[in-house]
Structures are given as C-alpha cells and as structure tokens.
Nanobody, 119 residues
Framework: DVQLQASGGGLVQAGGSLRLSCVAS????????IGWLRQDPGKAREGVSC????????YYVDSVKGRFTISRDNAKNTVYLQMNSLKPEDTAVYYC????????????WGQGTQVTVSS
C-alpha cells in the first residue's frame, strides 16, 4: 500500500520553528517530486513547497520564501520541511503529496499534520 506519513506538527509561538517530516512507502520514491500543501478551515488549499525527484529544484510560495526550507533524503524515503520564523498565518493542516513533477497532478496524498502558531 502507498503511504505518506506526515509528522512533526504542533503548537508553537510566533517566531518559533518546527520541522515536518514525510516518510513514504509503497512506491518508487526516487521517481517522484514531493510537495507540501496546507489548508486552514474556511480557506483554500495552498501549495507551500515542492522538491523535484532528483533533488535539483525546489519551489516555495512567496509567503514562506526565506523562512521555510524543503529537503529530501532518498535513502530514507523522507522529505523534510524546516519552518522557521513561524507566523500565526502559517497555522493550518499540512499535507505531503507525491507528484511526477512539481505542479503536476498529485498521485498520492498523505494524511495531514496540524501546525498551530500562537501570537
């Protein structure tokens, strides 16, 4: 079975940091770009960041540039999202997802992890 297991969310004060992890299994991890998306209730889902399959390219939504860093360890089938200088508007459920390339139709979704940033 395909699984994308996201973890690392929690409650943090504004200005703090969290590192999210997404561990994948059940498909050829090296063949897929991995993205992080987020959704807060009442708001549209938003793509936050993505890393290409070959680790050669990374993408960020403007609102997180300079604060978030995406990375991957293909030996561990894991993608990380380091989130620094968190703001209350970063509060959302964060999901990881697998796609053939960044911006493509998502093939596999993971379950979400809640990130809450208090002011």
């Amino acid at each position: 079975d395909v699984q994308l297991q996201a973890s690392g969310g929690g409650l943090v004060q504004a200005g703090g940091s969290l590192r999210l992890s997404c561990v994948a299994s059940g498909f050829t991890f090296d063949d897929y770009a991995i993205g992080w998306l987020r959704q807060d209730p009442g708001k549209a889902r938003e793509g936050v960041s993505c890393i290409s399959a070959d680790d050669d390219s990374t993408y960020y939504v403007d609102s997180v540039k300079g604060r978030f860093t995406i990375s991957r360890d293909n030996a561990k089938n894991t993608v990380y999202l380091q989130m620094n200088s968190l703001k209350p508007e970063d509060t959302a459920v964060y999901y990881c997802a697998a796609e053939k390339f960044c911006g493509a139709t998502i093939d596999y979704w993971g379950q979400g992890t809640q990130v809450t940033v208090s002011s």
